[in-house]
C-alpha cells in the first residue's frame, strides 16, 4: 500500500511543471484551453494538432488532455 502511495505522491509531483504551463494557456481561466488559445502560446498551432489533442471531442483541451500531452511529448513544453 505504501508503495501505491508514494507512487502517486511522485506522479503528482512530476505534473506540477506541466500544470503550471497548463495556467499559463489557459488565459481565462475556464480550466479549457480553446484554439485560440493555443495558437497565441504555441506559433504556427494548427486546427488539426488541436483536433488531435482533444481526445473527447469537445472543441476545448482540458487540463487533463493538456497534461497528458505534454506527458506523452505530443506537446512541448512552453519555450522549448
Do not use: C, H, K, N
Not at 22 to 33: C, F, K, N
Not at 39 to 44: C, D, F, I, K, S
Request: aromatic letters at 8%; zero cysteines.
Amino acid at each position: 500500500m505504501r508503495r501505491v502511495a508514494f507512487g502517486a505522491l511522485l506522479a503528482a509531483f512530476a505534473a506540477l511543471p506541466a500544470l503550471a504551463e497548463v495556467e499559463m494557456i489557459d488565459t481565462d481561466g475556464d480550466s479549457m484551453a480553446s484554439f485560440d488559445e493555443m495558437a497565441t502560446v504555441y506559433e504556427g498551432f494548427t486546427e488539426e494538432q488541436f483536433g488531435a489533442l482533444d481526445t473527447d471531442g469537445d472543441g476545448l483541451l482540458s487540463d487533463e488532455e493538456l497534461v497528458a500531452a505534454m506527458d506523452a511529448g505530443t506537446l512541448e513544453s512552453i519555450g522549448d
